[in-house]
């Protein structure tokens, strides 16, 4: 089946420390990967996506590679600030014929330390 | 501009009470979603509505019911809930489904805590 395994948190980091969160994915055809963040209180917001191998999202100094070869999305920030404190979700999105259906990973709770 | 909103932020509702909540975009996107949110959980889907018509239930029991008014509004209506339907109701919607991938983008969200 399609699905999506995402590194255990929380994770807790100091300010400007270096960011990874680990996803990977099982699928049966080719899709397409995300990460969508999720502040206290509120809804989903799209962070960045790749739509084929090798592809790199990026967006707000984050960034993900599409790696087909080890079916990886592993979202990557160089310096993380308290703002950034959030879960975030991979998900993937499969062509699914009548509609497209997301896939989402567990979440993982970042906590940044000033 | 992509921006999904939904009414009410909060709802609190009786057993027996009927309580509609509402989704709006104005993005020109033909799919929308309902999800239902746990806390710690991930999203869980509930319908998916493509071109108005509704194309997935996730064997959602009937106490909610969908309605896609037109192609920019959806509702959910609840009727009979129960307690442990208190959770995060998420509207979501996408430039199309089928065929073609695309992302979904979702609104703030309504907490509902039924009593």
């Known amino acids: 089946g399609n699905s999506v395994t995402q590194m255990e948190g929380p994770v807790t980091l100091s300010e400007e420390a270096f960011l990874t969160i680990n996803c990977t994915y099982t699928?049966?055809?080719?899709?397409?990967l995300f990460w969508y963040v999720q502040y206290p209180g509120e809804g989903l917001q799209l962070l960045l996506k790749?739509?084929?191998?090798?592809d790199k999202g990026s967006n707000k100094g984050f960034e993900a590679t599409y790696r087909k070869e080890t079916t990886s999305f592993h979202l990557e920030k160089g310096s993380v600030q308290v703002s950034d404190s959030a879960v975030y979700f991979c998900?993937?999105?499969?062509?699914?014929?009548?509609?497209?259906?997301?896939?989402f990973g567990t979440g993982t709770l970042l906590a940044v330390q000033p | 501009d992509t921006e999904v909103t939904q009414t009410p932020k909060h709802l609190v509702m009786g057993m027996t009470n009927k309580k509609s909540l509402k989704c709006e975009q104005h993005?020109?996107?033909?799919?929308m979603y309902w999800y239902k949110q746990k806390a710690k959980k991930p999203p869980e889907l509930m319908f998916v509505?493509?071109?108005?018509?509704?194309?997935i239930n996730e064997s959602v029991p009937s106490r909610f019911s969908p309605e896609c008014p037109n192609s920019s509004l959806l509702n959910l209506h609840l009727h009979a809930l129960q307690p442990e339907d208190s959770a995060l109701y998420l509207c979501?919607?996408?430039?199309?489904?089928?065929?073609?991938?695309?992302?979904?983008?979702f609104g703030p969200g309504t907490r509902l805590t039924v009593t």
């Open positions: 979501a919607s996408s430039q199309g489904s089928g065929q073609v991938v695309h992302e979904q983008y």
């Open positions: 699928a049966t055809g080719y899709p397409s």
């Open positions: 790749a739509t084929k191998a090798d």
């Open positions: 998900a993937l999105l499969l062509y699914g014929g009548a509609t497209n259906k997301l896939i």
């Open positions: 993005m020109g996107h033909r799919a």
């Open positions: 509505y493509s071109y108005e018509k509704l194309s």
